[in-house]
């Protein structure tokens, strides 16, 4: 794998962190057998994505929104970032910002901490035959509903 530009960029400094961490988390799971191998592969989806990810990580939760980090990962990857620096490996974490940006409060939405669709049936589904009807009788002048 050819080493990115910013490989010595302090700002990734958590980002090599993360990886490394998801690395360890990886050959724990090897160790354990076959009972951790949904767990490693997990992991490995979860290291791959912060590995491409091309800008800097300040928590988990920025990383919810790279696919194959959940919220276990990021509370996972909160904790061992409030370790790394209770520990000196990472200075104080920086000044949080005032409001998040207006993407990030999208992604914020949500139970899962993930943007939400609204429910649309594919076409010439059950789904949509019952809101066509529905949407059709909704159209007569003598509808109650």
Known sequence: MAK??????PAFEINRLFVQFLIEKE???LARGETGARRREVTRRARVAVEAHDQPLRSGRDAL?????GDMFANMLDSELQRW????????????????PPAAASL???AAGRG????V???RSG?????RALYKKSLAKDYCG
């Not at 520990?87 to 910002?97: R, V």
Request: net charge neutral; no cysteine; proline share 11%.
């Open 4 to 9: 990115r530009k910013h490989s010595d960029d």
């Open 27 to 29: 050959a724990e799971a």
């Open 65 to 69: 929104s790279l696919h194959g980090i």
């Open 85 to 100: 620096r209770d520990e000196g490996l990472l200075a104080a974490a920086p000044p949080a910002p005032s409001s998040p």
């Open 108 to 110: 914020v939405s949500g």
């Open 116 to 119: 939400q669709k609204a429910y």
């Open 121 to 123: 049936p594919r076409a």
């Open 127 to 131: 789904g949509y035959a019952l809101i």
